[in-house]
């Protein structure tokens, strides 16, 4: 459906291996099934190695015109040093992930001790900014939930990402012309599966931010549970009420 775009962290197949992937798949790869069933995904992989031009171009191929990819920005510049960012790797990283014109979100994740610093904030929204890719950044740390602190991410319509990890999570609220949902899980280690309710009431949001004109990111991550079927049932509630 026009600007929704939803998936799983990283690959996942609602089946164990190729012998079940439908026959004209067979000869292909995991992401090009993948892209037959869903329209983005988000690549968690990138926060722990760097991206590779070549790698995202040839992803770039394997999959329909339609399909986004989203990127999670690396560790290496979130998450090295104690309190501070290291932009040196941000030239890099963004010259392989701009290998593809699909372009979603850029995942920014905050370590959890990472505490409130709006310098050291505007300072990696400003160097990501310039590079074209919508910005989403996930706290892991609860403190950072204030009003300054959305206040500065609208000043960069970078949306704050909607998600249920324990003690960090926030309510549902929109800094930017698009929403990021992650959903990690309502059991801990990012597993269960959620109940029919509860993705009824997210899509009850999505399609009230469809209709703002809003693009919205859903991503599934409880991929040690049911991520797949509670990605297809969204999915399926999301277009019923279209």
Request: with cysteine; aromatic share 14%; proline share 5%.
């Amino acid at each position: 459906m026009r600007n929704f775009y939803s998936g799983t962290s990283n690959l996942v197949l609602p089946v164990p291996n190729k012998t079940f992937f439908p026959e004209a798949f067979r000869n292909g790869t995991r992401l090009s099934y993948y892209a037959s069933l869903f329209n983005s995904v988000e690549v968690n992989a990138s926060f722990y190695k760097m991206p590779r031009a070549k790698t995202v171009a040839k992803w770039s191929d394997e999959v329909p015109d339609d399909f986004v990819f989203s990127f999670k920005l690396n560790k290496s510049i979130t998450h090295a040093l104690n309190g501070q960012f290291d932009l040196k790797s941000v030239p890099a990283f963004m010259d392989a992930i701009c290998a593809t014109a699909k372009r979603g979100c850029l995942l920014v994740q905050l370590p959890p001790k990472f505490r409130p610093d709006l310098v050291q904030l505007t300072a990696l929204l400003a160097a990501l900014k310039p590079c074209g890719w919508r910005i989403a950044v996930e706290f892991r740390q609860p403190d950072w939930y204030a009003q300054e602190v959305f206040e500065l991410l609208r000043s960069f319509d970078a949306a704050v990402v909607l998600h249920d990890m324990r003690k960090s999570t926030t309510s549902v609220l929109s800094t930017a012309n698009h929403i990021y949902i992650r959903y990690h899980g309502p059991e801990d280690g990012y597993r269960g599966s959620y109940t029919t309710d509860y993705l009824e009431e997210y899509a009850g949001y999505i399609q009230e931010w469809l209709t703002e004109g809003k693009s919205v990111y859903a991503y599934f991550n409880n991929t040690l549970g049911a991520a797949v079927q509670n990605l297809q049932t969204l999915d399926r509630i999301v277009r019923l009420h279209d």
